[in-house]
């Protein structure tokens, strides 16, 4: 049965395989739809989009952007999906998507620091310049730092780095700049792009405050939920499936692959366990294509 792989991250942002190499992966599974979404960058998509015309496969350009929930004190994060729109255009810095990205990518390089110096009051000394020379694209964040620890033997894993020092609530944690869910939506509609809810079972609310979030996204012009995602439950993809249908929002699906030991599920997943199947996204995948026929 065919399959697709709608979240993927490349060298452009904290993944570990070049654009064209994880587009020539996918040819090699037979996938039939992809997407390279980085974190809060479109530098890997022009590689990937010619990558895709050598091997005939249906490339849809997108981006993950890290974004700030009404609540405030939560995070989450919104892909946007941009079938039809040149590529040119779509990584100028110009329009309000190029701003939107300077502004996030901002974010970081000004966290990077402060993260640095939380380490250092653990005795845990890591140069910036030992972090760029991991992170191979433009954006550097915190796998980039964990990798950086775990080659000067301070953790033993990147599971390591993430649990005791970098994750949320942990001594080396440090909030950054990040655009409001629904300023973010609102610029990937302008861009002529779809925004989709990225893994919401991460998002720490309950059932009700979670659908009140939704409609509220929906209003401003959410598209699409990923419901199909490695860490959801079978009662959370049941309870995502029951918001689509409610609010008339398309369902997608992706494996969030960056090719790091962190991961545990592989490009496009595998055909006995977690994978998306064609015909569960078919409705996402005839609007994208609808929007490439614009």
Known sequence: ??????????????????????????SEKSLSVISITDHDTLDGIPEGAAAAVKFEMEFIPGIELSVDLEEKELSAHLLGYFPGVEIPLLTSGSHPLGKAI???????????????????????????????????????GRPHIAEAMLNAGYVGSLNEAFGRFLAKGKSAY???????????????????????????????????????????????????????YPSHTASTIAMLKSFSREFELVVTGGTDYHGRSIEAVPLGGTEDGFNIELENVKDFISLCRDYSRR
């Open 102 to 140: 300077a502004y996030v990518q901002g974010g970081r390089s000004r966290r990077n620091p402060r993260i640095l110096a939380k380490l250092a009051e653990s005795s845990i000394h890591i140069e910036m310049e030992a972090v760029q020379l991991i992170a191979l694209g433009d954006v550097v």
């Open 1 to 26: 049965m065919a399959r697709v792989d709608f979240h993927i991250h490349s060298t452009a942002s904290d993944g570990t395989r070049p654009p064209a190499e994880l587009v020539a992966m996918a």
């Open 174 to 228: 440090v909030e950054r700049d990040r655009l409001s869910v629904f300023k973010a939506i609102e610029i990937i509609l302008e861009t002529g792009g779809l925004p989709v809810m990225a893994h919401p079972g991460y998002i720490d609310m309950d059932s009700k405050k979670l659908r009140n979030l939704f409609m509220r996204m929906k209003g401003h012009g959410l598209v699409g939920i990923e419901v199909y």
